[in-house]
């Protein structure tokens, strides 16, 4: 798959008490490799003096909503 043709699919329509959301969280690491990165990505991800990240947030029907959580409310 190119990068150039990666998409993020909505989440399935659930008919759970919630909506059903995708949120997606993008950020570049430098890493010997794939699993290195990913282990570094969880761990600025969990770490409570990283700063907040800014997200992309998917409903059901597709609609993306960016959310700075950086940003005071």
């Known amino acids: ?3 150039r043709n990666y998409q993020i699919e909505p989440p399935p329509n659930d008919k759970g008490s919630e909506p059903l959301f995708r ?3 993008v950020i570049d690491v430098s890493a010997p490799n794939a699993l290195e990165a990913a282990k570094l990505t969880h761990q600025i991800m969990t770490d409570p003096d990283s700063l907040s990240p800014v997200l992309e947030v998917m409903n ?3 609609t ?3 959310i700075d959580l950086s940003k005071d409310n």
């Open 60 to 62: 059901c029907k597709g």
């Open 23 to 25: 949120v997606v969280y």
């Open 1 to 3: 798959m190119s990068s």
């Open 64 to 66: 993306v909503v960016k």
